[in-house]
């Protein structure tokens, strides 16, 4: 046995500072050091510039999401939201998310891990809970986004907000879950990973946080699409789901 090492995994904080600052403290709370973060941190939230900050002073590595790919770009958008979220950031921050890099490649207790966003196809190629055989094998495949390189035993990414963990024929995919925008319970999600030797260990992290403070600082701020944020903070429910269930920004 050569020691021990814990990464902690996080993605999507989405301009959630309050969500974001509660799984840092439990971060802490367990004396692990290093954070990796697997991108979206600004837009959909208030505060995503002040996420940002955080992402750069806390997360030894991020990588690029599809919120990050387009919002630097963004100041034009047909969408007042998006010009909203484009225009809450500052000049430097969309510098820095365009800086990004898509994939990042490491070794744990013997193992390639892989980290990227969304999939190796592209940051807006979505792989839900849900998939296909196809869908899955492709998570592990070498692409222009992840450029050459062994194979990976486990793949980490974010964006679809549901946290799970599915190993088959000895290959392990796993969604970290969202931090500022979880869709499948309403507790801020964070991966752990375990190193000791050779033995591999994963686990996911709920972290409940004040919902109500942070939708207060969203209507301070007179946010966009304030009432549908609401809903899916206080549900876990997505909001092109919210009409066809009956809810409100008063549920």
């Known amino acids: ?16 500072l309050t969500a974001f600052d509660a799984v840092l403290a439990d971060i802490d709370a367990r004396g692990i050091t290093t954070i990796l973060n697997l991108g979206d941190v600004a837009g959909k939230g208030p505060r995503g510039s002040a996420s940002i900050a ?3 002073a806390r997360c030894a590595l991020t990588v690029r999401g599809n919120w990050d790919d387009f919002l630097p770009v963004s100041g ?15 000049a430097d921050d969309r510098t820095w998310l365009s800086s990004l890099p898509l994939s990042h490649d490491l070794v744990l207790a013997g193992r390639q891990v892989r980290l990227f966003h969304a999939s190796a196809t592209s940051v807006y190629t979505r792989v839900h809970f849900h998939h296909t055989d196809d869908e899955f094998a492709a998570m592990f495949a070498s692409t222009e986004l992840t450029g050459d390189g062994p194979e990976p035993a486990v793949v980490l990414y974010g964006d679809v907000h549901d946290a799970y963990v599915e190993t088959f024929r000895g290959r392990t995919l ?3 879950g969202s931090v500022g925008n979880p ?12 190193a000791v030797g050779e033995t591999f260990g994963i686990q996911i992290v709920r972290v409940p946080y004040d919902v109500e403070a942070e939708l207060a600082v969203a209507e301070a701020a007179q946010m966009p699409t304030f009432e549908s944020w609401a809903v ?6 997505y909001r092109g789901q919210h009409a066809e269930l009956g809810l409100s920004v008063r549920s």
């Not at 046995?1 to 959630?16: F, Q």
């Open 183 to 194: 869709l499948d319970e309403t507790t801020a999600s964070y991966v752990i990973l375990e």
């Open 76 to 90: 034009e958008h047909h969408d007042p939201s998006i010009r909203w979220w484009h225009d809450e950031l500052t």
């Open 232 to 237: 899916e903070l206080r549900t876990g429910i």
């Open 1 to 16: 046995m050569t020691g021990s090492e814990r990464i902690a995994v996080l993605s999507d904080v989405h301009g959630n």
């Open 54 to 56: 955080r992402t750069r």
């Open 174 to 176: 796993v969604n970290v």
